[in-house]
């Protein structure tokens, strides 16, 4: 099973700065089949990125993904109000499970 | 419009059995992969496993096998979440999720039910 984990815990910015998350897995994830998701409290995860650095459907261009083997970042280039909210990593390149991060809190500074 | 409808809140004992349910609609339900979801409160994401609903293939969490089972009714486009035997562990908020695919570049799940609350008490 890959074990992903997310860095930092909770990271706290204001409005207009950037915001740089990362994702460490345990073990190459395979053609990089790795998403972001975007969680605010009482809502259901939103999908932000597929495949390491394809923004969804309807997802502003200030949101980037980049990385490939162990080493995946999700980019929020100038944080808007609507931003803050906890974010997660999910890997789906290997068999089952397929696994999220912990999560990172982004949080009004 | 494509959404994931699921059923309403349950409070439940340990030891009963649970059924829990996802409708879809505004695509096509059957060659679509369907995810479940658990999220404790104030906790993380738990991906439990996923299913097809065409020819039923399951694949689930080593966490989860054994645990709950997953099934699918092609007729009314839903997917079900059962548990035989409850335990006050199993109190969490379940989601499920649609799974979209962009062949090589992946894919992620794009769509996702509103959620139900399982309350396990005695």
């Known amino acids: 099973e890959i074990v992903l984990t997310q860095s930092p815990g909770t990271l706290s910015l204001s409005s207009g700065e950037r915001a740089t998350l990362s994702c460490r897995a345990s073990?190459?994830?395979?053609?990089?089949?790795l998403a972001w998701y975007q969680q605010k409290p009482g809502q259901a995860p939103r999908l932000l990125i597929y495949?390491?650095?394809n923004r969804a459907t309807g997802i502003p261009d200030r949101f980037s993904g980049s990385g490939s083997g162990t080493d995946f970042t999700l980019t929020i280039s100038r944080l808007e109000p609507e931003d803050f909210a906890v974010y997660y990593c999910h890997q789906y390149g290997s068999s089952p499970p397929y696994t999220f991060g912990q999560g990172t809190k982004l949080e009004i500074k | 419009e494509v959404q994931l409808v699921q059923s309403g809140a349950e409070v439940k004992k340990p030891g009963e059995s649970l059924k829990i349910s996802c409708k879809g609609s505004g695509f096509t339900f059957a060659s679509t992969w369907i995810a479940w979801v658990r999220q404790k409160p104030g906790k993380g994401l738990e991906w439990m496993g996923i299913i097809y609903p065409d020819d039923s293939d399951t694949r689930y969490s080593p966490s989860f096998q054994g645990q709950v089972t997953m099934s699918v009714d092609k007729s009314t486009s839903t997917a079900n979440l059962q548990w035989t035997s409850l335990k006050a562990s199993d109190s969490a908020m379940y989601y499920c999720?649609?799974?979209?695919?962009?062949?090589?570049?992946?894919?992620?799940?794009?769509?996702w039910g509103q959620g139900t609350t399982v309350t396990v008490s005695s």
């Open positions: 999720a649609r799974r979209v695919w962009f062949g090589e570049l992946g894919g992620g799940f794009d769509v």
């Open positions: 073990q190459s994830v395979i053609n990089s089949y």
């Open positions: 495949g390491a650095s």
